[in-house]
Structure formats: C-alpha cells, structure tokens
T-cell receptor, first 112, second 114 residues
Framework: TQLLEQSPQFLSIQEGENLTVYCNSS?????LQWYRQEPGEGPVLLVT?????EVKKLKRLTFQFGDARKDSSLHITAAQPGDTGLYLC????????????FGQGTTLQVKP | NAGVTQTPKFRVLKTGQSMTLLCAQD?????MYWYRQDPGMGLRLIHY???????AKGEVPDGYNVSRLKKQNFLLGLESAAPSQTSVYFC?????????????FGDGTRLSIL
C-alpha cells in the first residue's frame, strides 16, 4: 500500500514569512500533484510535477519533485493572508488508473 | 461553467437509513472518482470509474456501492448508513487516467449519520 506522509499538519505564521511543506513516501510515483482547498469547497489543482528533480514556480510558490520521484516539497516565499488554506499533495501510481494517493494535508494560516 | 456538481450539499441521516449521492460532470470526462475527507486523513478513494458502465474499488470501499450508467453521472450509495460514514464526500473527474491528468472536484456533500 502506497502512503504519502505530509508535514507539518498545521502551520500558523505571520505575513511575510517563508514556509516549506513536505510530502514523503517510500514508494515511487509517476507524478505528484499539489492541490489547494478553501473551506466549503473542493480541492483545486495548483501544479503537477512529473520528472525527477523538476522544479516549477507559480508566483511565490515553488514546487519540487525529488530526484527519485518519492518526495516533493512546496515552498512559499513571503506568505500572504490570501495563501491561507489547506494544501494537499497527491501521488499518482505507475499504472494509468488515474488513482491518486493523498497526503494528510497541511492547514496553513497566514496572519496579517 | 458548471464543472462537477454534487447533490445534495448537506444531509443528516439516522443509522440504518439509505441514501444516494449524485455527481454530475459536464466536461465529457472519462474517469470519475468518489472520495471521503476526514480530519487529519486527507482524501481517501472509495470507488472510481474509468468509463461509462465500469466501476472499481478504491482504498475504502466497504459500506458503499456505485453506479455509472451514464458517462456524465456517478452515483454513490449507502445501503445502511453507519456513524463511521459521517464525513465530507467529494466527487472528482478527469479527462483520462494518466498521472499528469488533473482531477476536477465538486464542492462536496457533508453527511452526518446519527
């Protein structure tokens, strides 16, 4: 059974601080997706990383896929209150079933 | 643009009652999924479908059944609801099954079993 450990589970920081969220597994994934979820809504895709070592940037958010495709990180620079939400990583297996394994999620609160 | 629509949005059931959650997508997606979200556990896959007329078990299928009679609809049934099934249920769809395919989610159904 594939597992994806996400940390930290909760993060409360001041506006302007930097933070990193980690997703780790002992399994290899074909790709790793990051979603953001607002209260009362479903998750929305932020980015997909596919190649080992890949780095993608989305404004102040930087996503990295580990060289061995077993882990990923999300780094936010100069966090804003608008970044507040639940961040979820999700790994896709090596078969094309479409199934995703989700991490437990990181609840981020950015205080003004 | 509707995307993925889930009905109902909220429901309270008594133990032993049955109900069906409806998911509809208007994006002509082949794949559809049902997840449950519980605090501290992320999303866990209940059942999924890779096309009209097909269904398959996910990570936590016990106590649930599904049907995909039409491509745009994916139904999740609880035959005899139990308090352990209190959760937020999300439906999602994707164009295909590759790992680089994004999943599009509905806004969830909040279900309480008393």
């Amino acid at each position: 059974t594939q597992l994806l450990e996400q940390s930290p589970q909760f993060l409360s920081i001041q506006e302007g601080e930097n933070l990193t969220v980690y997703c780790n597994s002992s399994s290899v994934f074909s790709s790793l997706q990051w979603y953001r979820q607002e209260p009362g809504e479903g998750p929305v895709l932020l980015v997909t990383v596919v190649t080992g070592g890949e780095v993608k940037k989305l404004k102040r958010l930087t996503f990295q896929f580990g060289d061995a495709r077993k882990d990923s990180s999300l780094h936010i620079t100069a966090a804003q209150p608008g970044d507040t939400g639940l961040y979820l990583c999700a790994g896709a297996g090596l078969s094309n079933t479409g199934k995703l394994i989700f991490g437990q999620g990181t609840t981020l609160q950015v205080k003004p | 643009n509707a995307g993925v629509t889930q009905t109902p949005k909220f429901r309270v059931l008594k133990t032993g009652q049955s109900m069906t959650l409806l998911c509809a997508q208007d994006m002509n997606h082949e794949y559809m999924y049902w997840y449950r979200q519980d605090p501290g556990m992320g999303l866990r896959l209940i059942h999924y479908s890779v096309g009209e007329g097909t269904t398959a078990k996910g990570e936590v299928p016990d106590g649930y059944n599904v049907s995909r009679l039409k491509k745009q609809n994916f139904l999740l049934g609880l035959e005899s609801a139990a308090p352990s099934q209190t959760s937020v249920y999300f439906c999602a769809s994707s164009l295909a099954g590759g790992g680089n395919q994004p999943q599009h989610f509905g806004d969830g159904t909040r279900l309480s079993i008393l």
